[in-house]
């Protein structure tokens, strides 16, 4: 009888906001970036300078605001591995209609144009074809990037207006980038609708249990389409700010930027299987990998190094939390 109502003792009062916290993860992953950049700026002497640190923000601002959008996805149950090549057709469209002597407002509009009907192509193969959606975004992936190389093939294209450069290399004020406060302003955006609005709570209810939302009137499949809009159309806006920073388009730009995304969104604390997560975490674990990479980079340690350090970091923050419980579950069982 005691095992029993041990079993169900509900205690008198919840945990205190500080307690909670205190185990939350976006917790730990501030502490991970304040060890990171400690780290770093005892491994380099230049790491400290407010440029230096401006300059860092480009390696991650444009992945974070895919992240950001991404987010919603995932915790909907979904996923795009497509926002790379999304991002290299809308480059290499942006490009052939600049070389037509287009202005920069024109420019902007088509490299969201196509972020946006490339979200929409995945969204009608996924909603409405009932496909998975990883299978379309793999699919999509390639045939984006294949219709860049078709388009531009090994050339490159130049020659964008010079008031185009400003949306990746100006600045709103001192060291503060257009494209970082963009990033701030979008996420925090993105916070606001995942975790305040009536839509926030059908994307975590679609996430949790698609099945119980439809009978709770949740209508789960435009939410999902809309969900694959913003992710095209945050591809769109990463396309016009990386173009503009590097002033040249390439098929082969954002190469494996799909993987650092989705790095980012679990690394974050957003669950892969859907149903939770939070928009601070992911942009937490943004600035963690920003700070990664351009400390690794100040070291001029070879990008494929950074390369198998996210695919281990990724693989990692599935693995462990699983793990985790699995032990867990072993405990309570004994």
């Not at 009137?217 to 591809?235: C, D, N, P, Q």
């Not at 928009?279 to 920003?290: K, Q």
Request: with cysteine.
């Amino acid at each position: 009888m005691s095992e029993i109502t041990s079993a169900r003792h509900i205690p008198d009062r919840l945990d205190s906001p500080l307690s909670a916290a205190l185990r939350s993860w976006e917790l730990l992953l501030v502490l991970v970036a304040v060890a990171i950049f400690i780290a770093n700026s005892l491994a380099s002497p230049y790491f400290l300078d407010p440029w230096n640190l401006s300059d860092a923000t480009f390696n991650f601002t444009e992945k974070a605001i895919i992240a950001v959008a991404m987010a919603f996805l995932v915790v909907s149950g979904e996923i795009d591995l497509s926002v790379a090549g999304i991002i290299a057709l809308a480059s290499t469209l942006m490009g052939a209609v600049a070389q037509t002597g287009a202005g920069t407002g024109t420019l902007v509009l088509v490299g969201l144009g196509v972020g946006l009907g490339c979200g929409a192509f995945n969204a009608v193969l996924v909603t409405r074809l009932r496909l998975p959606s990883i299978v379309v975004t793999i699919g999509s992936m390639s045939l984006f990037r294949g219709l860049a190389y078709v388009i531009l093939g090994d050339q490159v294209y130049k020659g964008y207006p010079a008031d185009f450069a400003w949306f990746g290399q100006g600045y709103v004020w001192w060291v503060f980038s257009f494209e970082f406060v963009a990033f701030l302003i979008l996420a925090l955006v993105g916070g606001i609708v995942l975790h305040r609005t009536i839509f926030g709570r059908q994307v975590f209810a679609i996430g949790n249990n698609a099945l119980a939302a439809t009978f709770s009137g949740v209508h789960v499949e435009r939410v999902k389409f809309i969900l694959f809009l913003m992710t095209g159309v945050a591809s769109g806006i990463a396309a016009v700010m990386l173009t503009s920073r590097l002033g040249s388009t390439r098929p082969s730009i954002a190469q494996g930027w799909e993987l650092e995304a989705v790095t980012m969104v679990v690394l974050g604390g957003i669950n892969i299987n859907g149903g939770s997560g939070s928009i601070l975490g992911v942009v937490i674990a943004a600035f963690v990998m920003g700070l990664i990479t351009f400390g690794l980079g100040l070291l001029n340690v070879p990008g494929v190094i950074m390369s198998i350090f996210i695919g281990l970091m990724l693989i990692g923050v599935i693995a462990v939390p699983i793990v985790f419980r699995r032990l867990a579950a072993l405990r309570r069982r004994g």
